[in-house]
């Protein structure tokens, strides 16, 4: 089975702290997205990556960074944590390859609270 | 680009009762179209997705979708839920050949006893 492991499932931190949210994936995927989860607003792509080193900007970028050094981990950066950015963070991976394949897999998500 | 709506953000039924979740789409470009399930304290898991030849769509467990083309829908059905069945459901749009995908803003259902 896809695993998605995402490094925390609850964390706190405080305002103006830099956050780390850490996922690997260990299917080999070529693909992987970091989302935020919003009641109301479904899931929001904040980056996504094709590649290692690659990254693209998503539909919410504005307050995070992302690094893909190693082709199963895909990190998500807040660079100074802010209370606006209180939510779940779901990571996913995905194949390039047949339209058989084309699925997200998805980590069991972490919610992050900043105080 | 693409877009999903989902026209109810909550959806109550009685167990053993039938239910439909509706999901209409945008798109310029042929897409492939997914149902996504996320269960309390859990991540999303594929439901079911159509990606081209048969409209109709089935899952495992009893689900199933109908891709309509010219009313851009893409409803999701049960004809009889289980208390189990509670839980939220994201409708996604994905364009052909692409791997970025569009989420609704999902839809909780409530199955009560």
């Known amino acids: 089975d896809v695993k998605v492991t995402q490094s925390s499932r609850y964390l706190v931190k405080r305002t103006g702290e830099k956050v780390f949210l850490e996922c690997v994936q260990d299917?080999?995927?070529?693909?992987m997205f970091w989302y935020r989860q919003d009641p109301g607003l479904g899931l929001r792509l904040i980056y996504f990556s094709y590649d290692v080193k690659m990254k693209e900007k998503g539909d919410i970028p504005e307050g995070y960074s992302v690094s893909r050094e190693k082709k199963e981990r895909f990190s998500l950066i807040l660079e100074s944590a802010s209370t606006n950015q209180t939510s779940m963070y779901l990571c996913?991976?995905?194949?390039?390859?047949?339209?058989?394949?084309?699925?997200?897999?998805f980590g069991q998500g972490t919610r992050l609270t900043v105080v | 680009a693409q877009s999903v709506t989902q026209l109810d953000s909550q959806v109550p039924v009685f167990e053993e009762a039938p239910v439909e979740l509706r999901c209409n789409y945008s798109s310029s470009v042929s897409v492939y179209l997914f149902w996504y399930v996320q269960y309390p304290n859990q991540g999303l898991q594929l439901l079911l997705k159509y990606l081209s030849g048969s409209t109709l769509v089935e899952s495992i467990n009893g689900f199933e979708a109908e891709f309509n083309k010219s009313q851009t829908s893409f409803h999701l059905r049960k004809p009889s839920v289980h208390i189990s069945d509670t839980a939220e459901y994201f409708c996604?749009?994905?364009?052909?050949?692409?791997?970025?995908?569009?989420f609704g803003a999902g839809t909780r259902l409530f199955v009560k006893a």
């Open positions: 996913a991976s995905s194949s390039t390859g047949t339209a058989m394949n084309t699925e997200a897999f």
């Open positions: 996604a749009v994905e364009r052909t050949g692409g791997f970025k995908t569009i």
């Open positions: 299917m080999d995927h070529e693909n």
